[in-house]
């Protein structure tokens, strides 16, 4: 966990900048993650401690650097996909009944990840940076 939600998004972010200094207006770096407190899925769903401290040094890692790379047109955001589809059937049952929605398919959860870069690239303004997005949304 440590690997994959800390020191990999740190390094790519670290050794790709200088290629997202190239010369469009606007870049941008998507990590995709959890809020740390998943957790609010239930009983059935727990992660361990250092799953959960992990996914927050993600989050944090967007909040804080994302300031630092708008300064150089680079908008750097989190976005949660959701629930996967991927569950045995009682698992699935308990989280509808939860109201937890799972993304229609890989698809989705793919588009869901494009999402800040579309927006960025089509909408007016300053593009989103240094936000947790879920369901295409800013959250907390």
Same mark, same amino acid.
């Given at each position: 966990?440590? @690997?994959?939600?800390?020191?990999?998004?740190?390094?790519?972010?670290?050794?790709?900048?200088?290629?997202?200094?190239?010369?469009? #207006?606007?870049?941008?770096?998507?990590?995709?993650?959890?809020?740390e407190r998943?957790?609010? *899925?239930?009983? *059935?769903?727990?992660?361990?401690?250092? =799953?959960?401290?992990?996914?927050?040094?993600?989050?944090?890692?967007?909040?804080?650097?994302?300031?630092?790379?708008?300064?150089?047109?680079?908008?750097?955001?989190?976005? &949660? =996909?959701?629930?996967?589809?991927?569950?045995?059937?009682?698992?699935? #049952?308990?989280? *509808?009944?939860?109201?937890? =929605?799972?993304?229609? &398919?890989?698809?989705d959860g793919?588009?869901?990840?494009?999402?800040?870069?579309?927006?960025? @690239?089509?909408?007016?303004?300053?593009? =989103?940076?240094?936000?947790?997005l879920k369901?295409?949304?800013?959250?907390?």
């Amino acid at each position: 966990m440590q @690997l994959v939600y800390t020191t990999m998004p740190r390094m790519l972010c670290i050794q790709l900048k200088p290629l997202l200094r190239w010369p469009f #207006e606007r870049r941008f770096i998507v990590n995709v993650g959890v809020l740390e407190r998943a957790a609010r *899925a239930g009983a *059935a769903h727990r992660p361990d401690p250092h =799953t959960n401290r992990t996914k927050a040094a993600l989050n944090r890692r967007t909040r804080t650097s994302g300031a630092d790379y708008a300064r150089e047109g680079i908008s750097m955001t989190r976005m &949660d =996909t959701g629930f996967t589809h991927e569950n045995p059937r009682a698992v699935a #049952e308990r989280m *509808a009944a939860a109201e937890c =929605t799972p993304p229609l &398919d890989v698809d989705d959860g793919a588009a869901r990840v494009y999402d800040p870069v579309v927006r960025g @690239l089509n909408e007016p303004g300053v593009p =989103t940076f240094g936000a947790f997005l879920k369901d295409e949304e800013p959250c907390s």
